[in-house]
């Protein structure tokens, strides 16, 4: 399967901010539905499964006609049970590995292709995307990771703090349109290789002190690159953006799904 991608998206009910998250429900559905009837839509991903530790979630999924993936409810991150997965007989074939987040109801598909095809090019061993922060209140808030990228599209550094810091003055008005105030999305495509070589990894100081792990393969020296896409819709991590979400998904005639 040269060249094929295969998307997992992983599912933990032991989030700390909205409990159960995959489970909670948006609109009368439960996040992860709505996620799933996005993912299963994308041309961009040649096969897709949930990977998750949780029955309730599986069998949500199942019934959804979702490919499912049990997997050890030890892993600290969604990367590592994407890796578990991936490692699995029936999915060693595929070149690309896509970790499409479980909590993102309005993904979009260009989002997840600028992804993957940062990894076709051969140029990076992990492909991920950024949107301009848009706003003060998103650039000094902590729950927004912030990334600075170098010229050829590099990841310099993620953080939760405002990067990069403009001396003398905040920025404003249309300066946060554009770049180089960015907002991560949390989307990452990998070589095998490189997912293999991301876990195998021990969790670095800054990851630890910043808590973010995409932290450890950029101090490992694994090349990211990042690409500059259009407006994103955060996810789900709160209930205030459960609100959100709903009235997004009102607003766009996404009431529910037949």
């Keep these: ?78 990367t590592d049970r994407v890796a578990e997965v991936a490692d ?63 010229a050829n599209g590099r990841a310099l550094y993620f953080s939760r703090a405002p990067i990069p810091y403009k001396r003398d003055e905040k920025p404003v008005g249309d300066e946060l349109e554009r770049e180089p105030f960015l907002r991560h999305i949390g989307i990452y495509a990998y070589t095998r290789a490189a997912l293999h070589d991301w876990v195998a990894l021990a969790p670095s100081q800054l990851e630890r002190l910043e808590w973010l792990e995409q932290l450890r393969p950029l101090e490992a020296g694994l090349r990211i690159g990042v690409a500059v896409v259009g407006a994103a819709d955060p996810g789900v991590d709160t209930p205030a953006d459960v609100l959100r979400m709903e009235e997004k998904l009102t607003e766009q005639g996404a009431t529910t799904y037949a």
Aim: aromatic share 4%.
């Design 88 to 150: 699995r007989r029936e999915y060693r074939d595929f070149e690309f590995i896509a970790n499409v987040q479980g909590d993102e109801p309005l993904l979009k598909e260009a989002h997840v292709k600028s992804a993957i095809d940062l990894v076709r090019e051969g140029r990076w061993d992990v492909g991920t995307c950024a949107t301009p922060v848009n706003t003060d209140e998103a650039r000094t808030d902590s729950s927004v990771v912030k990334v600075a990228r170098a």
């Design 1 to 78: 399967m040269s060249g094929q991608v295969v998307g997992i998206v992983p599912a933990r009910l032991a989030s700390t901010r909205l409990p159960n998250k995959p489970l909670y429900p948006l609109l009368g559905r439960p996040l992860i539905e709505w996620v799933w009837r996005r993912v299963e839509q994308m041309s961009v991903l040649d096969r897709a499964v949930v990977a998750t530790d949780s029955e309730e979630v599986a069998r949500i999924c199942r019934a959804l006609g979702a490919p499912v993936e049990m997997t050890s409810p030890d892993h600290m991150s969604g």
